[in-house]
């Protein structure tokens, strides 16, 4: 009878402990391209969920970026966080400002392949996730504008569809021959379109990374800390110069707010030979595309130049011990390689580690979709996206300044001074 | 004669004209859902408008129902306006008499008070909200999604206005015969302040289906989504462009039921929204 209850207890004992480890942790995540991404999300955290016994994660869909910012941001002054988050790179002035957020180094420490897997992650995908000198987020659904180019057009114009332009002269030169006027001097295709419009200026930024020398990571329009910025830099200053030209000097751009959602459409339809858009686009553009279309790296006037953009997982603060770590092998599971190709093929997204492009199923599809490497090639050239402390703000400052020289309203120079000065207000209480 | 005649049928070709232009505002963007809905995706790329489709298919359609389960995202919203609607009539009817025919110290302060909320856009209280949602252990239930706006000072300003033009003696005669308090409300007040009290009704409704923003923030689990949040699901692609076929489609599905009702009931809106003056 003692030993039966030895026994019983110790069942007991053990059965409870199980209970007592099972962790349950909410993950928001939003869903911002094209297709049923929310499923695949889903599918992806119930394997999890069937292999981890001890952890089970709720996956709760929280619209696009921002309105899984917002609902983060509800969920913690209402005292309940959600244990992990997938936010915009940038974001994270943001939660830093709030104190919402922890840093990751010491779960990268305790695992015995941190830092291998670290490393693992492309470096300029990496780049915003670092911040007072640790790291606060892992790259997980990001990409970067890439130029697409109708490769039927450029044979029409007598173009190489082979050879799409590398510098901002080959840009203008092929615009300038691929944009097509009707006698009455109105525009039936042209050349090239930048997505600008609702204060969104990531395409700007690339023309300003293409400005750097090659090689090199110099051009900085923002401070480390996100504390300062330098709008009137000589490279801010000739990027908005050629940019403005595109359309006020060489006519082979629209001039004004080139609405992001429609560039795509022109360019499946014809009405653009050229456009600059995500990566994001390409399993969009390449089921759709009537017509032969060619993926290269946006032509640069010294170097070739983008910046990244996109989601990273966070690992919230006001949650218990046991929750970030199991956070953090969720996280870790999420970003395995072979996670990280199959995430990458069904949603397009670059793949954030290189080793994902060594397993079977990533090689077996580039192999046959060659195109989507070149954003992968494109990301030796990318630098950290644009972010800063009150980053809504500044950026809508920057943007309206912007769109003032390219209407005409300001000269480049005043524009850019304007940015500043009004930057400088806004970022004045964050600086120490 | 003959010239009053032709006069008036140019009057006549006139205002038929001007009705013919009105209808259009209104049709032309749902005869434009609707053709983007069931064109294949190719055909939204035309250089030129295509205001017809020839090769019409339920591609876009099965998409979009594979996208959510919207027979429970409907049946969410419903129980969510429904719920919502009947706790406001809990709480403004009274609230709404009182401040129309009672007396009581600091009636009008109230009121005033009552009228502040009106001002405030409900964006603005989403944090606060939340915070009491929070705290009495309601987040991610539909109950949380009404409660905030149980006590509609929108609803309880348009009633007390409206209670206040029945004529008193029309209570007094009714409670010198026996009538009790909610009797003087069923059979006296309501009746005649009817066209008020459906223009409230429709309006509570109308926002209610459409709102986001709210139900976006308190609910988690996928089983308590509304109709808005699987829209969301269509049209958050913001990092690849649009896809309009997938969009209206879904649209299509998640407006078709209003539309109808609006159609078989159209009439009586009409003259209700006539009668009351009150803009949807």
Not at chain 1, 166 to 175: A, I, K, R
């Amino acid at each position: 009878m003692r030993r039966f209850l030895v026994v019983f207890s110790l069942i007991l004992g053990v059965g409870m402990g199980l209970v007592a480890e099972q962790v349950n942790l909410t993950f928001y995540y939003p869903v911002s391209v094209a297709g049923p991404l929310a499923k695949v999300i889903e599918a992806m955290v119930a394997e999890f969920n069937a292999t981890h016994p001890n952890i089970q994660v709720t996956p709760v869909f929280a619209g696009g970026y921002n309105d899984t910012l917002l609902k983060v941001q509800a969920a913690i002054m209402g005292g309940t966080p959600p244990d992990v988050a997938i936010l915009l790179s940038t974001d994270l002035f943001t939660l830093r400002a709030i104190d919402a957020i922890v840093p990751l180094d010491e779960f990268i420490e305790a695992d015995v392949d941190g830092q291998k897997y670290i490393d693992d992650f492309f470096p300029a995908l990496m780049a915003n996730s670092l911040l007072e000198g640790n790291i606060w987020s892992i790259p997980f659904q990001r990409s970067t504008p890439i130029l697409y180019y109708n490769k039927d057009l450029f044979r029409e114009v007598g173009l190489d569809p082979e050879r799409p332009p590398t510098t901002w002269d080959e840009l203008v030169e092929y615009g300038l021959k691929l944009t097509q006027r009707a006698p009455d001097g109105s525009v039936l295709r042209w050349g090239l379109e930048v997505p600008f419009s609702g204060g969104f200026i990531w395409n700007f930024e690339a023309f300003i990374y293409q400005t750097g020398c090659p090689g090199c990571n110099e051009v900085k329009i923002v401070s480390d800390d996100g504390t300062e910025v330098y709008f009137t830099s000589q490279h801010v200053l000739v990027a908005l110069r050629f940019f403005r030209d595109l359309s006020v000097y060489y006519k082979i751009m629209p001039n004004g707010y080139i609405n992001w959602g429609t560039v795509p459409s022109d360019f499946l339809a014809g009405r653009a030979a050229m456009i600059y858009h995500s990566t994001g686009s390409l399993t969009h553009i390449r089921n759709n595309a009537p017509f032969e279309f060619g993926v290269a790296f946006m032509p640069g006037l010294s170097c070739y130049g983008t910046p990244t953009g996109g989601g990273n997982f966070y690992i919230f603060k006001a949650i218990p011990e046991s929750h970030r770590k199991a956070a953090w092998t969720f996280v870790r599971w999420m970003t395995s390689p072979e996670k990280v190709a199959e995430w990458s093929i069904k949603s397009g997204y670059i793949a954030v580690r290189r080793s994902a492009y060594s397993t079977e199923l990533m090689s077996a599809f580039t192999s046959e979709h060659p195109e989507y490497l070149v954003a992968r090639d494109q990301l030796a050239y990318a630098h950290k996206e644009f972010a800063c402390y009150n980053r809504a703000k500044v950026t809508k400052i920057l943007f309206d300044q912007l769109a003032r020289a390219i209407l005409g309203e300001a000269s480049p120079e005043e524009a850019l001074e304007e940015a500043q000065r009004q930057a400088n207000a806004e970022l004045e209480p964050f600086r120490k | 004669m003959k010239g009053h005649k032709g006069g008036r049928a140019i009057r006549n070709l006139g205002h038929i004209l001007l009705i013919l232009a009105a209808i259009s505002i209104w049709l032309v963007p749902l005869w434009w859902t609707v053709i983007t809905a069931i064109r294949p995706v190719s055909e939204t790329l035309s250089l030129t408008p295509q205001w017809i489709t020839h090769r019409p298919t339920w591609e876009n359609f099965k998409r979009a129902f594979n996208l959510a389960p919207w027979g429970r995202y409907y049946l969410n919203t419903f129980q969510v306006v429904v719920g919502t609607f009947l706790l406001q009539m809990i709480i403004i009817i009274p609230a709404a008499y009182a401040f129309a025919r009672l007396t009581f110290p600091g009636r009008d302060l109230l009121f005033y008070v009552l009228l502040v909320q009106l001002m405030l856009p409900a964006a603005a209280l989403i944090f606060p909200n939340y915070t009491t949602i929070k705290t009495l252990g309601l987040v991610d239930t539909k109950v949380a999604l009404m409660l905030p706006y149980a006590a509609s000072a929108f609803g309880t300003f348009l009633l007390r206005q409206a209670f206040r033009t029945v004529p008193q003696e029309l209570e007094d005669a009714a409670l010198i015969d026996g009538c009790n308090w909610l009797g003087l409300i069923r059979h006296v007040y309501l009746p005649l302040i009817k066209p008020v009290f459906i223009a409230f009704a429709l309006n509570s409704i109308i926002y209610h289906w459409n709102e986001f923003l709210w139900p976006l923030v308190v609910i988690n689990s996928p089983s308590k989504r509304t109709l808005t949040l699987g829209l969301a699901m269509a049209f958050k692609s913001q990092e690849t462009g649009f896809d309009w076929p997938l969009m209206t489609a879904t649209l299509l599905i998640v407006i078709s039921p209003l539309l109808m009702l609006f159609v078989v009931f159209q009439r009586w809106f009409i003259r209700i929204y006539a009668q009351s003056g009150i803009k949807g």
